[in-house]
């Protein structure tokens, strides 16, 4: 079943901008055989990540990567049955961001602001909320 999942996570200050590097080339390795896309925002205190393939398979890479001690605090926002992938080409697509000041592609309303700033702060969504806002920062 076609699914998505976003979680947020600390980043560890052990992770330098390096790392950063080799966790997307661990993803360009590694996702496509196993059929997940997604995005990655990192900024210098926070990861939020957003995965979409089977069910199954996303969850078997959540728990793989909640273990690595390159972030902490793993809290799952949402996750659910999606119709079509927002990324359908992308192994991970990504993005910096500093504090709670995301640079959108398109116009964001102050409730979108609040919702980033629910999400950064571990707090479950429900819906489709964090997904459409994921869609936002890239499209
Ligand atoms: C925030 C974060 C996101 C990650 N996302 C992925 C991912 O989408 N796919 C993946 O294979 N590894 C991801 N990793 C890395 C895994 O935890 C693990 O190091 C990697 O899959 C090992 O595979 P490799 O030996 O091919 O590098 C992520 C790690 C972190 C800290």
Redesign the pocket.
């Known amino acids: 079943m076609l699914s998505h999942l976003v979680y947020v ?1 600390v ?1 560890n200050s052990t ?1 330098t901008d390096e790392e950063i590097q ?2 997307l ?3 360009n ?3 496509g055989g196993i059929d ?1 896309t ?1 995005v ?1 925002l ?1 900024s210098g205190s926070h ?1 939020v ?1 957003y ?1 979409e393939g089977d069910y199954k398979t996303i969850m078997a ?1 959540y728990d ?2 909640k ?2 001690d ?2 902490k605090n793993v809290v799952l926002i949402t996750t659910g049955k999606i119709e079509n992938r927002l990324f359908p080409s992308w192994q ?1 697509g990504s993005k910096p961001f500093s504090g709670s000041d995301v640079k959108f592609n398109t116009e964001i309303s102050n409730e979108e602001t609040k919702l980033f700033q629910k999400i950064l702060s571990g707090e479950a969504q429900e819906g489709n909320k964090a997904l459409n806002l994921m869609k936002k920062f890239f499209k």
């Open positions: 996570s980043r992770c080799k966790i080339d661990s993803c390795r590694n996702n997940v997604g990655l990192y990861f990540q995965l890479l793989k990567i273990g690595d390159r972030h991970m």
